[in-house]
């Protein structure tokens, strides 16, 4: 590998990451203005046409304003976390099988899973360093949410991995050119889909960042360019996720227009449940998590298993 394709390799890997942001701006605008549909009421329309400059404003907004010093935070983890957060959430984009000159992973999966599992000490950092009640509650919520559902979401995506027998994302895409896979794993694609739902705090599973107890949760003490970070991962993982969903169920990685309609609706349906289902109980969430989801996966797993064994 000559210096020629390392500069390449990163030109496509910061055109990959404005791709990201510039997907997140306008998810928010698509979220904000299906609430406001939702709720009957306007969303953001003053700002250009159709308000479809808000999410800049918004971020040109967020980024200039006055960032709080907290004194009895432990600062540097407070000030950081955020930042790793960030970059966290964008590795994982790393991942898809890119047909340019963009890194191969034969391991993608397990990357994807390394990677989810390491986003959940940025949010118990950041709530523990913060050095408030609030915001403490929300990351150990937050962390014994995540470990309920990777268990679960790990041993649902094990089927199709055994269905496939291998961890590169590409496969997905030829063992699903005449038949998608969301046909044979139904039942096992919608527990998919909610536990992603848990993984990224969302709707009705957003314990970590419960308005009505927890005053925010995690990011209570965060503003400006903190705070945006923070909401920037959230939103790139959301779409991530909805990626992530398609390509394993719904087709594989094709870069035509029906992928992108697929990977909207995905995302459409995020911000759906948010806005017309009300959150959990938190008991409900480890009962569902526990006793529903892992008897569930694991049976599918041994069914899975073996009907690959006597195919």
Known sequence: MNFCDIILLFIGVLIMILGVLIGVAFLTLLERKLLGYIQVRSGPNKVGFWGILQPFSDGV????SEQIYLNFSNYFSYYFS?????????????????????????????FFFCCLSLGVYMVMVAGWSSNSNYALLGGLRAMAQTISYEVSLALIFMSSIIFIMDFNLMKFFEYQLMIWLIIFMFPLSICLYSSMLAEVNRTPFDFAEGESELVSGFNIEYSSGGFALIFLAEYSSILFMSMFFVISYMGGFNLNLLFYLKLSLISFLFIWVRGTLPRYRYDKLMYLAWKSYLPISLNFLLFYLGLKIFL
């Open 82 to 110: 955020p930042v790793f957060s960030f970059i966290l959430s964008l590795l994982m984009w790393l991942m898809i099988p890119y047909y340019f000159n963009m890194i191969s992973f034969n391991f993608g999966v397990l």
């Open 61 to 64: 907004k967020l980024f200039t």
